[in-house]
């Protein structure tokens, strides 16, 4: 290290420290206008596939296998939705 590089805890202001660029990706990523929607979908999601694997093991597994698919359906538009960044 010459002499007029100095370590960053020596640097006087650490405010004009340059800092690493970030990676090319948007840094929120999640800020399209169906944020909402998504949030709905992969809720209903979540909610569908508790209650679907809840029916599985305590009740009929034949409609839990319905509750799954139709769940998955849900996060599958969402994944669509997210994919194409609509």
């Given at each position: 290290?010459?002499?007029?590089?100095?370590?960053?805890?020596?640097?006087?202001?650490?405010?004009?420290?340059p800092?690493?660029?970030?990676?090319?990706?948007?840094?929120?990523?999640?800020?399209?206008?169906?944020?909402?929607?998504?949030?709905w979908?992969?809720i209903?999601?979540?909610?569908?596939?508790?209650?679907?694997?809840?029916?599985?093991?305590?009740?009929?597994?034949?409609?839990?296998?319905?509750?799954?698919?139709?769940?998955?359906?849900?996060?599958f538009?969402?994944?669509?939705?997210?994919?194409?960044?609509i």
């Amino acid at each position: 290290m010459s002499k007029s590089e100095k370590p960053f805890s020596m640097v006087e202001d650490p405010e004009k420290v340059p800092h690493p660029k970030r990676h090319l990706l948007e840094p929120f990523r999640d800020s399209s206008k169906t944020r909402v929607l998504r949030l709905w979908l992969n809720i209903i999601f979540m909610v569908g596939a508790i209650a679907g694997l809840a029916v599985y093991f305590y009740a009929d597994r034949e409609v839990a296998k319905y509750i799954l698919i139709v769940s998955c359906v849900f996060k599958f538009i969402e994944l669509i939705l997210r994919i194409l960044k609509i």
